[in-house]
């Protein structure tokens, strides 16, 4: 598995559906959590001061990587930054 540090802004409309900002949101931590269930997503923290959020996470490669953070029902409204992580010989 690979290691990928993730930086996401949200940029859901100030002006949007309150109904559908509470949808995204509530279905968003379910999928969240299946993901923390099957392994992907293994740390994540706010980002004080914004809507971002910052996650270690690991997927076999960049493409699963993607489909994962896809099936975030927040996604279209998500600015994502990855980085892929290697290990520092300190660490092996």
Do not use: K
């Not at 802004?9 to 900002?21: A, I, K, M, V």
């Not at 509530?26 to 910052?54: D, F, M, V």
């Amino acid at each position: 598995m690979a290691e990928f540090l993730i930086y996401a802004d949200n940029h859901f409309p100030p002006d949007g559906e309150p109904e559908l900002q509470a949808s995204l949101r509530s279905r968003e931590r379910e999928r969240a959590g299946e993901l923390r269930a099957a392994g992907n997503l293994r740390r994540l923290w706010r980002r004080p001061g914004t809507t971002g959020w910052i996650a270690l996470w690991e997927a076999p490669d960049a493409t699963e990587l993607h489909d994962q953070l896809a099936s975030l029902p927040m996604f279209p409204y998500l600015d994502i930054t990855v980085e892929p992580l290697a290990t520092h010989p300190q660490e092996r």
